[in-house]
């Protein structure tokens, strides 16, 4: 099992924007094979920070997830809403 945190920057009066986009995107990925969950949080101290936190079952249904059609359109459409460049981890379970 692998987890999946994405960390972005969005600018600040694009946040709505932005939660439209993933309400599509979260949606579309729940469905595919291989997804356990995936959710976006936003940060309670700052609303402009927002959090995909994803599990999949193994690194191929991953890689599969980035090259879905969903994923394809919908994360093109949130880069020009970032203020810098998304933190993004993958890790794996180890206990």
């Given at each position: 099992m692998l987890k999946v945190v994405a960390k972005h920057y969005v600018i600040s009066d694009k946040v709505e924007e932005v939660l439209e986009l993933a309400k599509e995107l979260v949606a579309a990925t729940v469905k595919e094979e291989g997804c356990i969950s995936y959710a976006m949080y936003q940060d309670t101290k700052d609303s402009?920070?927002?959090?995909?936190?994803?599990?999949?079952?193994?690194?191929?249904?991953?890689?599969?997830?980035?090259?879905?059609?969903?994923?394809?359109?919908?994360?093109?459409?949130?880069?020009?809403?970032?203020?810098?460049?998304?933190?993004?981890?993958?890790?794996k379970k180890v206990i």
């Open positions: 402009s920070i927002l959090t995909m936190i994803e599990e999949w079952e193994s690194v191929e249904a991953l890689k599969k997830h980035g090259q879905s059609e969903h994923f394809t359109t919908i994360v093109p459409k949130m880069a020009p809403l970032m203020a810098k460049p998304a933190e993004m981890n993958v890790y």
